[in-house]
Every structure is written in C-alpha cells, then in structure tokens.
C-alpha cells in the first residue's frame, strides 16, 4: 500500500497497518487546498460555509493524490448522496475530521468489491449519543476497554457504511451494524444485522483501526463474493 502524508507529523498512523495490494492511502491536515481542484470541485466549494470547504477541499485533494499513486488519472469527483462517484476502474473512500482528512483509492479487482475510511476524534462520542448509536451489547463492551471504545466502534460503523453503500445504496441504521473488536489484532468485523440482501457483504469484511494524536483511523474492506 502507498502511503503518502502531507505532514510527517501523520505518519505514526501507518505503524503496524497491513499492506493492501493496489492501493493509495493519502493523508493531509485540513488546509485551503481549493486552487488545486478541478473546476467542478472549485464550483461546489463557493456553495459552502468556510469551513466546510475547507474540509472538503482538502478531502478531494487526498483524493487526486491517491489516484495519481494508482496511476489512475485524476478526474472531478462528483458525488450522491453525499458519496464520492470514482472512475470506474477505482473503489475509494473520503473521510475528514476537524483537523484531518485522508483519502483511499483501490485499483478495482477480483478481490476488492468495496472499501471505506473514517476519521474521528476521540472523546467526540458523549455517553447520551451511545444508546441512538450502539446496540445494548456494544454499550456493556465499550467499558471493558481503556481507549475511547466510543470513538472506535462509531468509526467503524462510519467506515463499513461506506463500503457498502455503493454496491447495496440503503440506509443503515446503527444499530443494524454491529461492531466487534480484536484488540490485540487492531482489527474489527461489522455485521449486518439487517434485512436488505444487497448490504449482506458487509458481513464479510475486515477492518483495521489505528489510535494516534487524538484521533482513531479506521479502514473497512468488503471482499468481492461469488
């Protein structure tokens, strides 16, 4: 996998993370990256409050990047419904948080169906949200651990969510993804605890999950099934 950082000061979350075949992971802190958009891209920022686009300016610039690392010419990413449209031959995902954005692509193959990535800042998760987003047996595990569990399985349930919706393009609701960790793997599953057929992948992926400078990173990967 090819990571490329914006700062170094981003590095430490690539510590320990396993190598994905054909794919660009980019991360940047949040900046004014909006001259080196697409003119599409530029047009949607003049729409936004300030800050917004600055998040999403530098989110699409991650994006450019990743693609590029791929060698996948980089295009305007347009999106519905708030979900970033790649070119054909690319899986991608966009994540921002108030300080960071990152962005990653995947060369589509036999192996990859769907991919997704999430950044969230931890102690963001307060207690009253836990019971909207949480099943009751998520609640009792999120106190058996010492790091933000909070922060972690919310992540988690952000990045299977868009994984999966470019192939199911349903709802999810929360608590019909439910998450469970292995600690000592820095590894999670989500699984889908819905009716619709076409989010039943999301059953089968594997997750990654990273803690550093206040922030928890999280990468879903749904496999291609016969």
């Known amino acids: ?64 990047a990743a693609l590029r690392a791929i060698d996948v010419t980089p295009v305007a990413i347009a999106s519905k419904n708030r979900a970033p449209l790649w070119p054909d031959t690319v899986v991608g995902s966009i994540t921002h948080s108030r300080e960071i954005a990152a962005c990653i692509a995947i060369i589509g193959s036999s192996e990859v169906a769907g991919v ?38 919310f992540s988690a349930k952000e990045a299977a969510y ?23 793997r820095r590894q999670f599953t989500v699984a889908y605890q819905g009716s619709d057929a076409g989010c039943s992948a999301m059953s089968s992926g594997t997750g990654f999950w990273r ?5 928890v990173l999280t990468v879903f990967v749904i496999p291609q099934t016969d």
Do not use: N
């Open 1 to 64: 996998m090819d990571w490329q950082f914006l700062d170094r000061s981003l590095q430490a979350f690539q510590d320990g993370f396993p190598t994905l075949e054909r794919t660009a992971l980019v991360m940047s802190p949040i900046g004014d990256y909006q001259s080196h958009l697409f003119a599409a891209e530029q047009a949607r920022c003049r729409q936004m409050t300030r800050a917004r686009a600055l998040s999403f300016s530098t989110g699409r610039h991650c994006a450019h």
């Open 211 to 215: 803690f550093w400078a206040g922030h």
């Open 162 to 184: 868009k994984a999966i919706y470019p192939l199911g393009q349903k709802f999810i609701g929360f608590h019909e993804a439910v998450v469970q960790v292995q600690p000592a």
């Open 116 to 153: 997704g990535i999430d950044i969230e800042q931890e102690g963001r998760i307060k207690a009253k949200l836990h019971r909207a987003l949480f099943t009751d047996a998520e609640r009792i595990q999120l106190e058996s651990y010492s790091f933000d569990a909070a922060a972690l399985y």
